[in-house]
């Protein structure tokens, strides 16, 4: 078994200091391991505090093309979106799709959304300490915001589903399935039960097992993903960069 690629990592255009090395750094580390392909995907452009601005752009593209060039590993441009709304919007424009392979998208915390009222029901109704559960109506808000964002844009993966932000696991995973999008295999954060991922296996869901680097030497570090998937027998059939590379929707495109 072999790890192909890792499609969720991040460098130092996660702004104040977020991501710690830079696009050279991380593909170093991918060769190093043996990993044909990585993904830059830093921080959406509404993040407070970590995002990419869309001014850097052009020097991350020139970043990539060196780091290429210098280490053989192919590196893909991505984002790691953010949801913005209670509509399933998120902080991509149509013109960002001219420089981005791959989309990610996640909930994170301190974003601009867009409106007062999509802060105060997706961000701040989610701040309740985790020994509080959330409420059926919190869940299926949240639910329904992601379903719509996958109907909404070409998501290639969706990044630690439930962490901090609690869905209904089992409806977004038949909507991946459906939009052949990719349910992450988070390196930190696994945030469904074994029998959530058991039955996500069952209806042929597809995953991928990624590290969420935020430092060059966690690079390909996808150990809590694979270790789920041999310990309850997941087909590798269904984990996309096993033993080969996965299939993003630009790709499918051309």
């Given at each position: 078994?072999?790890?192909?690629g890792d499609y969720h990592t991040h460098t130092t255009y996660s702004r104040h200091n977020h991501g710690k090395g830079t696009v050279l ?230």
């Amino acid at each position: 078994m072999l790890l192909f690629g890792d499609y969720h990592t991040h460098t130092t255009y996660s702004r104040h200091n977020h991501g710690k090395g830079t696009v050279l750094e991380n593909a170093s580390v991918a060769a190093d391991k043996g990993l044909k392909q990585i993904a830059i995907t830093d921080h959406g452009f509404n993040h407070e505090f970590f995002g990419i601005r869309r001014k850097n752009i052009p020097q991350l593209q020139e970043d990539i093309l060196n780091a290429k060039e210098i280490t053989g590993v192919d590196i893909l441009l991505g984002v790691e979106a953010n949801l913005i709304s209670l509509d399933g919007d998120v902080d991509i424009k149509e013109e960002d799709y001219e420089f981005l392979d791959i989309l990610l998208m996640g909930h994170h915390r301190t974003v601009h959304m867009n409106s007062l009222r999509d802060k105060a029901l997706l961000n701040w109704a989610n701040l309740m300490p985790q020994i509080f559960q959330p409420s059926k109506e919190r869940i299926n808000r949240n639910t329904t915001a992601i379903l719509k964002a996958l109907d909404k844009y070409p998501i290639d993966i969706i990044t630690h589903l439930n962490f901090g932000f609690q869905t209904d696991t089992i409806a977004v995973a038949k909507m991946a399935k459906q939009k052949g999008v990719y349910v992450e295999l988070n390196g930190k954060h696994i945030n469904f039960t074994d029998e959530e991922m058991l039955i996500m296996a069952s209806e042929g869901v597809k995953f991928i097992c990624d590290s969420d680097a935020h430092r060059p030497e966690r690079v390909g570090e996808v150990n809590n993903g694979m270790n789920l998937v041999y310990r309850l027998g997941i087909p590798l059939s269904q984990v996309a960069n096993l033993d080969k590379l996965p299939k993003f929707h630009k790709k499918r495109e051309r």
